[in-house]
């Protein structure tokens, strides 16, 4: 018997004749677990500035009436595996409205059924949506967009989303690759959570142009923005030894095969005790590298560079030099004698002069393959460990990881990359801030300096209690609302990610009622609501709740209140409270 709640429902069809009569269709269903098995269409209706209703269609053979599904959302960017906020709702009525979302964002919406047992079947939907207050407005203040790298025909397209403000909304990249000479043009259309784009299969030693823009979901577009860049020229052929001794490795090869018209130079990298790097020109085909090390492994890294310093996959050969002396023979033993002779045996020395038969040399169309499931392990205020799965493929040539990490909110620091060693599969970044968003971007690097695609993760550092607001005042007052307007903290303010800030707003419902309102930091999980009667000093009621609003009854009329809203980390970090107060009107006295 299966286990319950890993299979999917099926259903089959089978038509049943007999001589003479009619065909008869019968539909036979099974389903594990029992419940709802299955629901269809999955959709997101009725968006609003901060709210979606996803819904969905039950089939009728199903009974609408019984059953649960679970519904999670969460917030793109996110980690692979991150669920997000989670609810089990009922299945009838076929819909369910979210509420309390980030205006100008990225949603994931998943559904799964449950059987019986309250377990996950295998019939999921993932839909993603755009919340958004509709507009006119043409986008502006675009992000900065920039080539982070390229290669011989390899581009890495960033757009940098820090400088943008909160009042520009746009839900779309898009971005148009076209060659000078117009014989070759692509565009493609990116959700704005997605950041970054890798341009490939483009021309050797070509000139592009790179042409970006925003939109909106209206179809409004800001205006555009275009780079220039020019791809490598091709990699070197035939690279091998002429010249091997103690202390000195010769090597030649053949220029490019394609892409040599814009060859300027060739870049070596040596790596043996020390790591050395040297450009030579590019008519040169052979060099000698000297004051080595005996019975030395040595990698030779060569790559041919255009006049914009834009390089070519890398060819490598890995050689040892030859030892000094010959080791000592082992085991010496007389195998047998005679009157006139004496027969000898041992074993050939075991020194670096035999490594050297086994000279390898691989070109660069060999390459590791990528890096998978890369996520989150854990992290702190300050640090970030992160963790993956190795290549499925091509690890024999696997020589390292390429890591590049940068802090989103801190762009002119720029990237940092290192190597991490193909033995580990996670890696601490450490020195960052508190509640700090970082792009991390991991590739595998082949002993020959190929690389795998880009694998990519955007993680944010837990948060700590940033300082006190300042100057608290209350600006404008309604027969309903009160606005307060105030000062960020100068202490710490960096750990609630200098974006936006929490905006309580009071509405009063009546006499009896009151509802608060606030922006959430990226950072908090929860929040913490306190309100009590004036006279009542440190008397307070208290609430945990993970929305962003909090109605609150049962007042007294004609009553001052005082309300306390402070934000919670996931560790129970405390941001200060904000506090004010709000005077109950009179009730009103009904007489027949």
Not at 180 to 187: A, G, H, I, Q, T
Not at 295 to 303: K, V
Request: hydrophobic residues 30%; charged residues 20%; proline residues 4%.
């Amino acid at each position: 018997m299966r286990e319950s709640g890993k299979t999917p429902s099926v259903n089959r069809v089978s038509t049943i004749s007999t001589t003479g009569e009619p065909e008869v269709t019968v539909r036979v269903t099974t389903s594990t677990g029992g419940g709802l098995n299955r629901v269809e269409n999955v959709r997101v209706e009725n968006v609003s500035r901060d709210s979606a209703t996803l819904s969905w269609d039950i089939p009728q053979e199903f009974d609408s009436t019984k059953g649960q599904i679970s519904v999670c959302f969460k917030k793109l960017p996110a980690e692979r595996h991150d669920r997000g906020n989670c609810s089990i709702v009922d299945v009838h009525p076929s819909e369910t409205t979210i509420e309390d979302l980030d205006s100008c964002a990225w949603y994931e919406f998943t559904v799964v059924t449950l059987n019986k047992k309250q377990e996950k079947t295998y019939d999921k939907h993932v839909v993603k949506q755009f919340i958004w207050d509709p507009s006119n407005q043409q986008p502006d203040n675009l992000p900065d967009v920039e080539v982070a790298r390229a290669w011989s025909n390899i581009m890495a397209v960033v757009w940098n989303i820090t400088n943008i403000t909160n009042d520009t909304c746009f839900s779309h990249f898009t971005i148009c690759i076209k060659q000078s000479d117009d014989s070759y043009e692509k565009c493609e259309k990116k959700e704005s959570f997605e950041t970054w784009i890798i341009l490939n299969q483009l021309e050797l030693c070509t000139n592009y142009s790179i042409t970006t823009w925003t939109s909106t979901m209206e179809g409004i577009d800001s205006d555009n923005q275009t780079l220039y860049q020019s791809t490598g020229p091709g990699s070197v052929v035939d690279m091998k030894t002429t010249v091997l001794s103690k202390d000195t490795v010769g090597i030649k090869w053949k220029p490019p095969v394609t892409g040599q018209k814009c060859l300027s130079y060739y870049h070596l990298s040596l790596e043996a005790e020390n790591y050395t790097r040297v450009n030579i020109t590019g008519d040169e085909t052979k060099y000698l590298v000297t004051n080595l090390t005996a019975c030395t492994n040595i990698g030779l890294s060569l790559s041919s560079v255009s006049e914009e310093h834009v390089r070519s996959n890398v060819t490598m050969l890995m050689v040892v030099t030859r030892a000094s002396a010959p080791g000592e023979v082992e085991d010496l033993e007389v195998t047998h004698t005679s009157s006139s002779s004496i027969h000898l045996q041992w074993k050939v020395p075991t020194d670096c002069q035999r490594l050297d038969t086994t000279r390898l040399q691989v070109t660069s169309s060999v390459s590791p393959g990528d890096v998978s499931d890369i996520r989150t392990v854990d992290r702190t205020t300050e640090s970030v460990i992160i963790k993956w799965t190795a290549p499925a493929r091509g690890r024999e040539c696997l020589a390292h990881y390429r890591l590049r990490f940068e802090k989103k909110l801190v762009p002119e620091e720029g990237y940092r990359e290192v190597n991490v060693s193909a033995d580990e599969s996670q890696y601490l970044i450490a020195n960052l801030t508190c509640c700090t968003a970082v792009n991390i971007l991991l590739s595998s690097v082949s002993l020959f300096q190929t690389q795998s695609n880009i694998s990519y993760l955007q993680v944010t550092t837990r948060e700590s209690a940033p300082g006190e607001v300042e100057d608290l005042e209350v600006t404008h007052t309604s027969s309903s609302s009160i606005h307060l307007q105030w000062k960020v903290p100068t202490e710490r303010f960096n750990c609630l990610l200098r974006i936006q800030l929490m905006k309580p707003m009071l509405t009063v419902l009546g006499p009896e009622a009151v509802t608060v309102r606030w922006k959430s930091p990226p950072c908090a999980k929860q929040f913490l609501v306190c309100w009590g009667a004036w006279q009542d000093r440190g008397n307070h009621t208290c609430t945990s709740v993970t929305n962003t609003s909090h109605t609150v009854t049962g007042l007294q009329p004609d009553t001052k209140y005082t309300f306390i809203v402070t934000a919670l980390g996931s560790n129970e970090e405390r941001s200060d409270p904000f506090v004010f107060t709000v005077l109950m009107p009179r009730g009103e006295t009904i007489v027949d």
